[in-house]
């Protein structure tokens, strides 16, 4: 099972911080920015 998070996700501060940190917008409302991965038990 994966979860995919997207900038749309994210508060808008979280996005401002994230903007802060990687500079300007990399397709991050393209693309996840993250994918966790769980197993199934």
């Known amino acids: 099972m994966t979860i995919e998070i997207y900038w749309k996700d994210l508060t808008a501060e979280k996005q401002q911080e994230l903007l802060n940190l990687l500079g300007d917008n990399g397709n991050?409302?393209?693309?996840?920015?993250?994918?966790?991965?769980?197993?199934?038990?």
Do not use: Q, R, S
């Open 28 to 41: 991050y409302d393209v693309f996840p920015i993250v994918v966790l991965e769980f197993e199934k038990e």
